[in-house]
């Protein structure tokens, strides 16, 4: 088992808001709501094997945006980490780009697509 004083592996948690609050980098196979919710905090997002369909749609949408980085060589992980930690300047590109995503996010958007039809045909 891997043990480091900063690393933490986890699995399914139901508060992984706090987890994400306290974290610099998230290293994830890429499903929509892990993905939204680290957007949403501006955390550096690691893509690691992303399952055949919606992840890795997900995983190539994010990396061909500049929202995330897919790691393809683990013998690199290092260098890719110490990157996003230590070389800011190198990652700003995906600093920006995740800032311009974040003023696009609308909470109530899903909500909005629901009910607007139904005020169309429903008295409300």
């Not at 306290?22 to 501006?42: N, Q, R, V």
């Not at 995906?94 to 909470?107: A, G, N, V």
Request: charged content about 20%; proline content about 6%.
């Amino acid at each position: 088992m891997f043990h480091h004083p900063h690393v933490h592996i986890i699995g399914f948690v139901d508060h992984i808001d706090e987890w994400m609050e306290a974290t610099d980098i998230l290293i994830i196979k890429p499903g929509g709501l892990t993905c939204y919710e680290a957007l949403s905090k501006g955390l550096t997002i690691y893509n690691y094997q992303p399952i055949p369909g919606h992840e890795e749609g997900n995983c190539d949408y994010l990396v061909n945006n500049s929202l995330a980085i897919k790691i393809i060589d683990l013998n690199n992980i290092k260098d890719l980490i110490g990157k996003s930690l230590f070389s800011t300047t190198e990652m700003e590109p995906i600093y920006d780009r995740m800032r311009e995503f974040q003023q696009k996010l609308d909470p109530l958007a899903s909500a909005g697509f629901i009910v607007n039809p139904l005020r169309q045909t429903v008295s409300i």
